[in-house]
């Protein structure tokens, strides 16, 4: 097995059973702030939406998933033909990422901090990190975990996560003919983390080539009945933006400066963040700990306020 080129950690949180342990309480009592993810469930998340694929369980998708892609197309305002599929844009990130770089290829990563996948990624493809001549540039947008919108990079060909783009309403979906490729997801607004579907939008020839790359039949067929289920009933993310605004005027007034967020989360720099996020675990309250930093899950206005009582007790 050949080395990889950079230190692989994982940077996915420890499971809720873990946590309840932890924290001495039922795994019914966790509330995480750290996935930022829907604090329930979407409507559609339902067993009806399933009994189609669950008739066809025994069977391969043969022929792919011939009404995702014009669903994500439609969606997005784009062709069928500009779409790749992926099992969460984890996958697709990581697709992207092998298909441009490899041995002795450098790829740039725009934003300092962002997703921590861009670098596993660009190790597993054999690359490396590095400004000098990349073979690829990636840019979060909105970024996590700072919740900002950056300038988009000039560089070509460029990746942009999009996985947050339903709350920001600012996409590069225009520029895919302009060697720009955006990843995005159904995790996030849409609620189906679980289900992992993720999606490129890319020029077509990039797309077919994508496809080409990518392993077969990359999504279950029971994920893909959830998608398009959720495809005909896209979210209304205004009292997520709503919640987060309200949540960023409370921390202030306890004495925190969050920074502004194009996203469902918030980031909160400030001294001894990591002690408080260690204190929060043990109230079986977990957010993301960062490095002076923690980010916090926009959840329901209930939630949020037990959060808020917990890291004012905390930092006390």
């Not at 339902?46 to 994500?72: C, F, M, Q, T, V």
Request: with cysteine; hydrophobic share 40%; net charge negative.
């Amino acid at each position: 097995m050949r080395l990889l080129p950079g230190q692989y950690e994982s940077y996915d949180a420890p499971p809720t059973e873990w946590i309840a342990r932890y924290a001495g309480i039922e795994p019914s009592e966790v509330v995480r702030f750290d996935g930022n993810t829907s604090p329930q469930p979407p409507p559609y998340a339902r067993a009806d939406a399933l009994k189609s694929a669950l008739a066809e369980i025994h069977a391969y998708p043969h022929g792919g998933y011939p009404r995702l892609a014009p669903a994500l197309a439609e969606y997005a305002g784009v062709t069928p033909e500009n779409v790749a599929l992926g099992a969460g844009a984890d996958d697709v990130i990581l697709l992207i990422v092998r298909s441009f770089a490899g041995r002795g290829d450098r790829v740039a990563i725009a934003n300092d901090p962002t997703y921590p996948l861009f670098r596993i990624a660009v190790w597993l493809a054999g690359a490396e990190v590095g400004d000098e001549d990349p073979a690829l540039t990636i840019c979060c947008r909105p970024n996590n975990p700072t919740g900002e919108l950056p300038e988009l990079p000039d560089a070509r060909p460029l990746l942009v996560d999009e996985a947050y783009f339903e709350y920001s309403g600012v996409t590069s979906a225009e520029l895919i003919e302009d060697g720009v490729v955006v990843v995005r997801t159904l995790s996030k607004s849409f609620g189906l983390a679980g289900a992992r579907v993720g999606y490129a939008l890319a020029g077509r020839d990039v797309a077919d080539e994508l496809n080409r790359r990518q392993a077969p039949a990359p999504v279950s067929t029971l994920s893909v009945a959830l998608a398009l289920a959720a495809l005909g009933s896209p979210p209304d993310v205004r009292p997520v933006a709503e919640e987060r605004e309200r949540l960023a005027e409370a921390l202030r007034r306890i004495g925190l400066e969050p920074w502004p967020s194009h996203a469902n989360f918030v980031y909160v720099p400030f001294e001894g963040a990591e002690d408080a996020a260690e204190r929060l675990m043990r109230r079986g309250l977990p957010v993301r700990r960062l490095p002076g930093a923690i980010r916090i899950t926009v959840r329901t206005r209930v939630d949020d306020d037990r959060l808020l009582r917990a890291l004012e007790e905390v930092r006390a």
